[in-house]
């Protein structure tokens, strides 16, 4: 008896490695992406079949040579009646209340990763976050690994009172209006890591892609497992946050970072490009909604004319980048505490995920009829002693505004706009008088008879800047110049 005892002991190991397994990313309380090809994936023994079973679909896939399977569930409509899912190999795997619906992936350095209970109204928030039809997923701690990795960490969780205090307080209002507005289950996964830069969150193939990035491309290429890599070597926190979750099929991600890439200008830009491209190909998805949020106002406000100091010119670089396809950009120079000015962390998250939201359901969603964003500069015409500057996204038209805190932006009638600057052949910048002419800014100056460039809220902190469009949204800084 002691014999047959000792035996099993020793192939009860052998016996559970050939258990099949799945990801975290895959499990109890999961939203599983609509209208989308569906990946599910594990590991097992070796030439084991493998049949996932899920809302009337059954598919097989058989465990390579390296232990892995892969198969894809045809797309669902969205659902919120919760399901079953069964894997069956060697065992058995059956996983519970499962919705269909959108997934989002929530990202980037400590201003997502700011959670609901650090943020305004904290207290009131969080006891009304009863939402059943909100799973929230949080890639727990903070790790770097010089290779892709396979296995990670988390768990889904239903969102209530209970669950949501530690969670991105941008990703969960981001969610959240989603799911109001939608009706329909909404999945949030966080993977973020406060001050972090970009680069770490780059995958290889996104360094590939953008040729000014060859050399990171190189270093990158040439990780092994030994390789010591930290929280800022490039990839490093993708191989080991992000890779994991992949291919879990998602409808976009949302990316607040920048700051600590603050210094920088046109080379944000293509990491903006690497990071999306480079996800894109990750998740298997190349219409992969990618949604960011420009850098808030911060330190002391801005007083010259022509500004160009602090991260005037990344955020610069956040707008340029707009010139990829799905994506979106929410800015929020007027949501710093006036009164904080040195907190890199404002409070009010629920205007941050909400006007990243407006994007996705606009764009994403096709509710053409819902204004993306603020006024975003599109034009400028020299008229005599005017510059004309023009705006997409003007929505039911401009006008002079002021926020504050959580109320909703209110329009100042007679209001005078400011942080408009207007500047000469000389290159020397005045302050600009301002006037909304139809949907159009019109400048001039007693000092510049001949303009020939102008600037808005091109600073640091842009604390006066007030020009809106009438939904309330704010106009990002812009410059018509490359001086």
């Not at 290779?147 to 009172?161: A, H, I, N, R, T």
């Not at 006008?399 to 706009?417: A, F, R, S």
Request: glycine share 10%; net charge positive; aromatic share 10%.
């Amino acid at each position: 008896m002691r014999f047959i005892t000792a035996l099993l002991c020793l192939l009860l190991p052998t016996l559970s490695a050939f258990a099949v397994s799945l990801p975290p990313v895959i499990g109890n309380h999961m939203v599983l992406q609509c209208d989308l090809p569906i990946p599910i994936w594990g590991w097992g023994e070796k030439g084991e079949k493998i049949t996932v079973s899920f809302a009337g679909q059954s598919k097989s896939a058989t465990v390579g040579k390296n232990g892995k399977w892969m198969l894809k569930l045809d797309k669902l409509k969205a659902n919120a009646k919760p399901s079953n899912l069964t894997v069956k190999g060697n065992n058995e795997i059956k996983l519970e209340n499962i919705l269909i619906g959108e997934v989002w992936i929530c990202s980037g350095q400590s201003n997502m990763e700011w959670k609901v209970a650090q943020c305004a109204n904290a207290k009131e928030e969080i006891a009304t976050a009863n939402h059943s039809g909100i799973r929230l997923f949080d890639v727990p701690g903070h790790t770097v690994h010089p290779l892709p990795q396979d296995k990670g960490k988390g768990e889904w969780k239903v969102c209530s009172p209970s669950t949501i205090s530690n969670f991105s307080a941008t990703g969960y209002y981001f969610g959240r209006r989603l799911h109001q507005e939608l009706n329909i289950p909404i999945g949030l996964v966080g993977s973020n890591w406060g001050g972090t830069r970009i680069e770490p969150w780059t995958t290889l193939d996104g360094f590939k892609s953008v040729p000014e990035l060859s050399e990171q491309a190189k270093n990158v290429s040439a990780y092994t497992k030994d390789t010591k890599v930290r929280g800022s070597t490039p990839s490093a926190i993708y191989n080991s946050m992000v890779h994991p979750l992949t291919p879990f099929a998602l409808r976009g991600a949302i990316w607040y970072q920048g700051e600590s890439n603050g210094n920088e200008s046109i080379t944000y830009y293509q990491k903006k490009h690497a990071l999306v491209k480079g996800w894109r190909k990750a998740f298997q998805n190349p219409s992969l909604g990618f949604y960011w949020v420009q850098l808030c106002n911060f330190k002391q406000p801005g007083t010259t004319p022509g500004g160009g100091d602090g991260w005037a010119k990344i955020r610069e670089a956040q707008t340029q980048a707009l010139d990829l396809k799905h994506t979106g950009m929410a800015v929020i120079i007027d949501l710093a505490d006036a009164h904080n000015p040195n907190d890199i962390h404002p409070k009010n998250k629920q205007d941050v995920g909400g006007r990243l939201a407006q994007w996705a359901l606009h764009q994403t969603y096709d509710k053409k009829n819902m204004v993306p964003s603020g006024p975003l500069y599109s034009g400028y015409k020299i008229k005599g002693n005017q510059i004309h500057l023009s705006f997409k996204n003007v929505g039911k038209g401009l006008m002079v505004g002021k926020k504050e805190k959580l109320e909703p932006t209110k329009e100042i009638k007679g209001g005078t706009l400011k942080h408009f600057s207007i500047a000469g052949a000389d290159k020397k910048w005045y302050w600009a008088d301002a006037k909304i002419i139809g949907n159009q800014v019109v400048l001039t100056s007693k000092e510049v008879t001949a303009p020939v460039a102008a600037r808005y809220a091109f600073t640091m902190n842009p604390a006066d800047a007030n020009l809106y469009n009438k939904e309330g949204l704010p106009a990002g800084p812009f410059r018509t110049d490359d001086w």
